[in-house]
């Protein structure tokens, strides 16, 4: 079997807001592009660069942050080190100096306006989100490189966008839950074990493991960031941060975090936390995207508040089930809103959180699958209509609500001994025939649906394009 490896730090990669698609992708575009010029020795002979944005890229522009994410990409900055306090004095500079240190280390002319081009009529034949890094040296061209950003973060050359993805080796390759679940039973193993064996073959132990934990630290640092911060979220809606608010009052009403009248709004208050700081342009984990990055910690901190004693090992085979489910939906799907709509990103967060939540709860495998797929079930269909094209109405109150539902679907799989009637391939291959066939103004334009109904956008025909 030679079934595409992918890891757990490819789904959970920490990262800054708020877009997965729309800014770590672009940023990683540009340090791809600087690595190939440093490797080649070209950088001290570049003397401009011009980066091309197609089609949502392009539509995106300015008010989703595409450009200050490619801007910090070409400077040499990291999604996962970043300071997120330095960016607005950094791209400050750049607008004053009209230069930019390219890669952190050679200077180059450099003025967004006229560097960053933006097709919005036009999208490359391969993907919606693609863009073109091209480098000069005076008049000549030194080179040329097209990425795409295809959801989660992931980034694609061209030359790469029709192979089946980077074959690494490991023990226990699977494309599907049906061989997912064969290795289960041959190992007698968890799935958890079974990504853990497959991330052994990749890194060592210690490493693995200290990541696992840096991830799982990060999420749950993400939820108290977010419901320690009060204020109005960035791009031009007004929307006053809901969190804190939330917060305040449970630890009025029910300061023990026991009264069950009570969870459905902890997991609410959780889960906006963290995409109220991805909307903000902080700090979060893509899990598996940015705009869904708050189901996967809620479900996780509540976990931690109904077992207080709860280990590092539980919390690590959460995040690995979660993320062997993620891998599903990646090989046979997409993660992409941009290809599925939010089914492709909120459904499968909760999918994620509902197997991961029933796997650490005891449940065997059959209810693992059946809480992983009552958590899709449920979101088939789901479009992306982000009012403004800003990562805020309706997503963050989105990851409330379903991370509400993700607890549910594990109750529901855990509280019956019978066979899902539906298994998880199905549901995988619903998402994504009902994704090919969803019209595209239901999943990439904030044209359509709550974008142009709701009366908030500021200007339908401005409205970005929606990705996170
Ligand atoms: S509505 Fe669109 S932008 Fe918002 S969370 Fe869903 S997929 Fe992301």
Redo the contacts with the bound molecule.
């Keep these: 079997m030679t079934a595409m490896g992918i890891s757990i730090f490819d789904l959970f990669s920490i990262g800054i807001g708020p877009s997965s698609s729309h800014t770590l992708g672009p940023m990683r575009a540009a340090n791809a592009f600087n690595a190939l010029l440093r490797a080649d020795n070209q950088l001290d002979a570049v003397t401009i660069v011009t980066v091309e944005l197609y089609g949502s890229l392009a539509l995106t522009g300015k008010g989703h942050g595409t450009d200050k994410a490619i801007i910090l990409g070409l400077l040499g900055y990291e999604a996962d080190s970043i300071d997120p306090s330095i960016i607005a004095d950094a791209l400050d500079k750049i607008n004053k100096n009209h230069s930019i240190q390219l890669a952190g280390e050679h200077t180059i002319a450099f003025e967004p306006d006229r560097h960053l081009i933006y097709y919005s009529h036009q999208t490359l034949p391969q993907h919606t989100n693609g863009l073109r890094f091209t480098a000069w040296s005076h008049e000549d061209c030194l080179r040329s490189e097209t990425y795409f950003s295809v959801g989660g973060g992931f980034i694609v050359h061209e030359t790469d966008f029709n192979c089946p993805g980077e074959h690494r080796p490991h023990p226990y390759p699977f494309d599907t839950a049906a061989e997912l679940f064969d290795h289960c039973q041959n190992q007698n193993s968890s799935i958890a074990d079974i990504m853990m064996a497959n991330e052994y073959a990749w890194r060592p132990e210690n490493e693995v493991r200290e990541g696992v934990l840096r991830i799982k630290n990060m999420m749950l640092e993400s939820i108290q960031t977010g419901l320690h911060t009060e204020g109005t979220l960035p791009g031009g809606l007004n929307v006053e941060r809901r969190a804190p608010t939330l917060y305040a009052r449970l630890l009025k009403n029910d300061p023990g975090k026991n009264k069950a009248v009570h969870v459905f709004t902890w997991l609410n208050a959780y889960a906006m936390a963290v995409n109220e700081e991805n909307a903000a342009g902080n700090r979060i984990v893509t899990a598996p ?1 940015n ?2 990055a708050g189901i996967v910690p809620a479900v996780m901190q509540y976990l931690c508040d109904t077992c207080p004693d709860i280990s590092d090992d539980i919390l690590l085979q959460y995040l690995l089930t979660a993320a062997a489910i993620a891998s599903l939906y990646k090989k046979k799907a997409s993660i992409s ?1 941009a290809e599925m ?2 089914q ?3 459904g499968v967060a909760c999918s994620m959180a509902a197997g991961a939540l029933a796997a650490v709860s005891g449940g065997n495998l059959r209810q693992v699958e059946n809480a992983a797929e009552i958590g899709m079930e449920h979101h088939l269909g ?5 009012i403004a094209g800003l ?1 805020q109405i ?2 963050i109150e ?2 409330g609500i379903a991370a509400v539902q993700a607890v549910n679907a594990a109750n529901l799989a855990l509280a019956e001994e019978r066979c899902c009637k539906i298994r998880l391939d199905n549901i995988i291959a619903t998402m994504r025939a009902t994704g090919e066939a969803m019209s595209t103004s239901f999943k990439e334009t904030s044209l359509d649906g709550l974008a142009k109904y709701s009366g908030l956008s500021p200007d339908p025909l401005s409205v970005n394009v ?3």
Excluded: K, S
Excluded at 382 to 386: K, M, R
């Design positions: 995207t705009g869904a809103g709509g939010c492709g990103e909120v789901l479009t992306c209509d982000p990562v309706p997503c989105r990851n929606p990705e996170c």
